[in-house]
Structures are given as C-alpha cells and as structure tokens.
C-alpha cells in the first residue's frame, strides 16, 4: 500500500519538473501531504488494536476529504451510487424526505415529499433530525443517514426531530417505510372560479415533470384559465433538464440559466426553445426559503424574463452544480461541485459559505409575504388533509362530508383549511405532566362547561401567500382581453 501511495506521488513530481518550477512548488506541497497520508495509513494497519478493513478505511478517508468542501461534494460508495441513479428516476424505498446539514453541520430536512410515509407521519420542512432510532445524528454523514433511513418496504424507523414551531420539544416520530413513488405535479385546480384562476403545485423536478406539467396546465386551461399560480414552495430541486424544460414552457426565447466555474468546460448557457411554450397568461410563482436548485432556477428565469411575479420569501440559494465522476472503473463516484448556476441576468443563485443575508443569493420574491413557523405547519396540515382527501376511495366520501379535491371558493378568496387532526405517527418524545401543572391554574369551582365556553375556536388557516398571489393576478386580469379556453398547449416536437 505504502509503495503504491509513493508512486502516486512520484509521479506528480515527475510532471511538476516537466510543465515548470512553479507546479513544481505546488507538488512539493503535494508531496509532503501525501506522505503524512501515507504514514497515517501505514500505522493504523500495523498498529490498530483489530485488523481493519482496507476499503473501507479508505472509502472513509474520501468522504472525509469531500465533506470539508461543502455539504454536497460527497463520495459515493456502491451503495450510494445506486441511491443517486434510482433518486433521479422518481422510485425508490425508504420514508421519502429531501435532507441537508446545515451551517452546523445539523441534519436538517429540506422537505418531505408529497404523498410519503414522512409526509404523512408529520415531518415537517425545516425539521432538525436530533436521533435516528434513539441514536443522536452529531456527526452523522448525509451518506449515512440515508443509509439508516432507508429499508425494505414496510419496517420502520423512528426519528427525534425538532420543529421550528416547537424549538424545546423533541418529537418521536414512527414511520414505516415504504416504495417512494413521487409524482411532481399535485393540486391542479381552479382556486379563484369568478377570475379563472388556475394553481399547479410542483412537489419535484423529475423525468416526468414537464409532461405531467403538460397535461394539467392543458386541463386547467380547458377549464377556462386566464392565470396561473405555480406553487414551487419546498420544493427542494431535482434534474437539471426538468427545470430547463419547465421554464421553456413559460419563456419563449433567450437564456435560462447558464453555470459557471473554474474550468472553462464548466461555463455552459442553456436558452430557450421557441417552439415549447404556453399561451402569455399573467403568472405568479409561490417560493419559500426551503425552495432549492431546480426551483430557484425556475423562479430565477421567469423573474428575468418578467413573465411572472415572485411571492413568498427568499429562496434557499442551493445553486450548485454536481457533476459525478466515475472511479474505480464505474464501482464507486465522486460527487464534486464544479460550477455555479446564474440566472439570465447574470445572478449567482448559490448561497456561499461566507454568505450573509445581506448578500445576493438564492431568488427574492418581488412580492414578499413571510409565514411564520405556526403557518408553516398549518399549511403543511392543509396539505396532508387535501392529500388524504384527493386519495380516499370514492365509497368513503370526502373529508368533512362535503369537502371533494379541488373545490375552489366561487367568491375568488383562497380557500382556508379545514381544522385538521394532528398527524398519525407523532409523540411527544417526552411526557410533560408537571409542566401542564404548573402552567395551569385550575378553578375548582367554575363548572367545565364554562371553561370549554370561554375558550376561544382556533381561526381559520389562510394561506396569505397564495392570497397575496391571487390577488395581483386578480389586478392583471383587471384590463387584460378574455382568454380563449380553447387554446392548447404547444408541445414540443
């Protein structure tokens, strides 16, 4: 081993002396650490109280060296690299959530996808990942958190999280896993009847997108549509190709992004198709802070190009670009980042270690509405409850009775949520009894039935961001022409 890591050695010197003295300084340096390297080696395998395993020593040493560079430069070991192939197809198996380490290096979730066990169990966008089966995360790769997350269909996992609506109450959460089927467009509806506004959510960035993009924007417009709301809220991103596409449904000519890095192979600009786009119908695109890469692209393009209004808050700023490079003759990969994404303005949309919030990064709503961590998780309610609604079988009727998927408010108000239950599968980590105790303060003479009188009806959620959202398309439509609801949507060739 020790001779096969000085030959590596070896030969860089050998090409420092060749291409000039200054490369040859640099090797110099190089050669210095590749020898601590190889007595790190060289002791351990002599001197560790067991016998250890060499590839996987080594397989260490990579994703250590690949983790001081950013949370998504990564090694990518047989397993993993499986993981990333079958991510990207839209089927795989475990609890189905977007993961990340934060500043912190904290294991934090982007989202959870629509329609999951995570999803419906109550995992919530922004959750901190405290334990994984009792086990606390801190140091916890993202290779290895994956890999304890998933399983076969149908065992579970339980994992500690913390809300950002309840930072000092560590919630339990049981989930079983399951095969992640993740479809990327839900909820195409018309949520304003008397102004023919449409509204498409988009969960993620897969092969599929732009075609099932195809087939509800060309329903909603047999509807009558003049306006679209896209809703690209934690939606954490996905393939490069599906933003492309996406935003070549909306804009009809010049740039959509482009990347840039150090190398001049990395500088690439991708611009539009004229001959794939919609009909010019005002828009507004709904982002959040856990809104990432694909999504940012998107929103960045259309803001550009002025062809829709941005609501929400700021973006998360994931603007990276990953390329994964083979090793070992296809067996293991590296996933580096090699250039950042800029929108057609020429804004980098990646949010850099020593970013501060006063800096430009990710995509900022030109209509700014904040939600607080209590509408977060209401929003997140509303959103299970429409889930379950839009999937229960025929025979057993709707939420309340009434309520059927899709239903939109004839008055042009977006709908509030109905007031749902807390979600299966969550628990308090611990018991707080005597906290209630102490907080409470008991009468023991007032009747119970006062008390329940007295106490105050939780109001109704309103998603003020969508509301913020329709109501400036409202505006646009004011003076705008009738739109033809007989008009199609252009596919491309």
């Given at each position: 081993m020790k001779a096969k890591v000085l030959g590596i050695v070896a030969t860089l010197v050998l090409l420092g002396v060749i291409v000039g003295p200054a490369r040859a300084k640099k090797d110099d340096d190089l050669f210095g650490q590749y020898e601590t390297l190889t007595a790190v080696v060289d002791r351990i395998l002599q001197n560790y109280v067991v016998e250890v395993d060499k590839e996987k020593l080594f397989y260490g040493a990579y994703e250590g060296m690949l983790g001081t560079l950013d949370p998504y430069s990564q090694f990518l070991p047989p397993v993993s690299k499986e993981d990333l192939e079958i991510d990207t197809k839209g089927e795989f198996?475990?609890?189905?959530?977007?993961?990340?380490?934060?500043?912190?290096?904290?294991?934090?979730?982007?989202?959870?996808?629509?329609?999951?066990?995570?999803?419906?169990?109550?995992?919530?966008?922004?959750?901190?990942?405290?334990?994984?089966?009792?086990?606390?995360?801190?140091?916890?790769?993202?290779?290895?958190?994956?890999?304890?997350?998933?399983?076969?269909?149908?065992?579970?996992?339980?994992?500690?999280?913390?809300?950002?609506?309840?930072?000092?109450?560590?919630?339990?959460?049981?989930?079983?896993?399951?095969?992640?089927?993740?479809h990327s467009i839900v909820d195409a509806r018309i949520i304003d009847e008397k102004h023919k506004i449409g509204y498409v959510r988009m969960t993620q960035f897969q092969e599929r997108t732009a075609d099932d993009l195809d087939k509800a924007v060309e329903s909603l417009l047999d509807q009558g549509m003049r306006a679209l709301v896209l809703d690209l809220r934690f939606n954490p991103g996905g393939l490069l190709e599906s933003a492309i596409e996406v935003s070549n449904k909306f804009v009809s000519n010049g740039v959509i992004v482009s990347t840039r890095g150090r190398n001049k192979s990395s500088e690439k600009v991708y611009s539009a198709d004229k001959n794939s786009s919609y009909p010019p119908i005002p828009m507004a695109v709904l982002v959040s802070g856990q809104s990432a890469s694909a999504s940012e692209i998107v929103s960045g393009?259309?803001?550009?190009?002025?062809?829709?209004?941005?609501?929400?808050?700021?973006?998360?700023?994931?603007?990276?670009?990953?390329?994964?490079?083979?090793?070992?003759?296809?067996?293991?990969?590296?996933?580096?980042?090699?250039?950042?994404?800029?929108?057609?303005?020429g804004r980098c949309?990646?949010?850099?270690?020593?970013?501060?919030?006063?800096?430009?990064?990710?995509?900022?709503?030109?209509?700014?509405?904040?939600?607080?961590?209590?509408?977060?998780?209401?929003?997140?309610?509303?959103?299970?409850?429409?889930?379950?609604?839009?999937?229960?079988?025929?025979?057993?009727?709707?939420?309340?009775?009434?309520?059927?998927?899709?239903?939109?408010?004839?008055?042009?108000?977006?709908?509030?949520?109905?007031?749902?239950?807390?979600?299966?599968?969550?628990?308090?980590?611990?018991?707080?009894?005597?906290?209630?105790?102490?907080?409470?303060?008991?009468?023991?003479?007032?009747?119970?039935?006062?008390?329940?009188?007295?106490?105050?009806?939780?109001?109704?959620?309103?998603?003020?961001?969508?509301?913020a959202a329709r109501?400036?398309?409202?505006?646009?439509?004011?003076?705008?022409?009738?739109?033809?609801?007989?008009?199609?949507?252009?596919?491309?060739?």
């Open positions: 198996g475990g609890i189905g959530i977007e993961i990340t380490q934060d500043e912190h290096k904290i294991l934090t979730v982007i989202t959870p996808l629509e329609g999951t066990p995570a999803f419906k169990a109550g995992v919530q966008a922004g959750d901190k990942i405290w334990k994984i089966e009792g086990k606390s995360t801190e140091g916890l790769s993202l290779t290895d958190a994956v890999k304890k997350l998933r399983g076969r269909r149908g065992t579970s996992v339980t994992i500690t999280v913390i809300h950002q609506s309840e930072p000092r109450k560590p919630v339990d959460i049981l989930i079983v896993r399951d095969i992640i089927k993740i393009a259309l803001q550009d190009h002025k062809r829709a209004v941005i609501v929400g808050s700021r973006t998360f700023g994931k603007g990276s670009v990953q390329t994964v490079l083979p090793l070992e003759n296809g067996k293991t990969a590296m996933r580096l980042t090699t250039a950042y994404y800029y929108t057609p303005s949309i990646h949010r850099k270690p020593d970013a501060t919030e006063n800096d430009d990064w990710g995509i900022y709503p030109d209509i700014e509405v904040k939600m607080s961590p209590e509408d977060v998780v209401k929003l997140w309610k509303e959103w299970r409850e429409r889930h379950i609604d839009e999937n229960r079988p025929a025979d057993e009727g709707a939420n309340d009775g009434t309520r059927k998927p899709g239903d939109a408010n004839p008055d042009g108000a977006a709908k509030p949520a109905d007031n749902p239950q807390p979600a299966a599968g969550a628990k308090p980590a611990d018991d707080d009894e005597e906290f209630l105790e102490d907080e409470v303060d008991f009468d023991e003479e007032e009747p119970a039935d006062s008390q329940a009188a007295e106490k105050k009806p939780e109001e109704p959620f309103v998603d003020r961001q969508l509301e109501l400036f398309l409202v505006g646009q439509l004011f003076n705008a022409p009738e739109t033809s609801t007989t008009v199609k949507v252009n596919k491309a060739n």
